[in-house]
């Protein structure tokens, strides 16, 4: 090979020279540099996703003092007394029968029947529902729902039928002007939250 670079002129053989150290030196960047670089560039990335998630735990953190203070509301709300009491839907609506029937009795009605109705979902509050029927004069009709809409736990009187008792039962005196009446009332139950 030596025989052979030396028939070479000398500019060629310089040319070969350097493209000889331009490989070398490429393979050497090959070998150190390109590892350097590609470890710099997951570093970096890296780098960037730990910032993400370092904003969104400042993010958490900043509304920890929110979240105290909406825990604090709903045990708040909770103990005064708006929403129904129960461990599940069921206890609740039974406790609503128990609260309709004491208000009824307190204004000398007796409901005769009551029912619990399907839970409802509105504005992310949980409504537990009874259709309450019962025969009543007008005054006790008033007193009742009086009773009902300023009472605690908040209970709301959603729908109300009323209609005089059958045209056979006028006949009698006491009969007279007693109404037919079935109302849908529900109550709040607090989340699980606030509980």
Do not use: C, W
Request: aromatic share 4%.
């Amino acid at each position: 090979m030596t025989a052979m670079m030396e028939q070479l002129s000398l500019p060629v053989r310089r040319l070969l020279a350097v493209a000889l150290l331009v490989a070398a030196l490429g393979l050497l960047a090959l070998m150190t540099v390109v590892p350097v670089s590609a470890r710099i560039a997951g570093l970096r990335e890296q780098i960037d996703t730990e910032r993400i998630l370092l904003g969104r735990f400042a993010a958490v953190a900043a509304r920890q003092s929110q979240t105290a203070e909406y825990d604090r509301i709903g045990r708040a709300a909770v103990e005064s007394g708006a929403y129904l009491r129960g461990e599940s839907d069921a206890l609740s609506a039974a406790a609503l029968q128990t609260l309709l029937s004491e208000l009824a009795a307190a204004n000398g009605v007796r409901p005769s029947s009551t029912r619990a109705l399907a839970a409802r979902e509105r504005h992310e509050v949980r409504l537990i529902g009874v259709r309450v029927q019962f025969n009543a004069r007008v005054g006790q009709v008033q007193a009742l729902l009086h009773r009902i809409e300023s009472h605690r736990p908040l209970l709301f009187v959603e729908a109300m039928q009323i209609a005089p008792i059958s045209p056979f039962s006028q006949r009698d005196a006491e009969q007279v002007g007693v109404l037919d009446v079935r109302l849908e009332i529900f109550g709040a139950v607090a989340s699980k939250l606030g509980q």
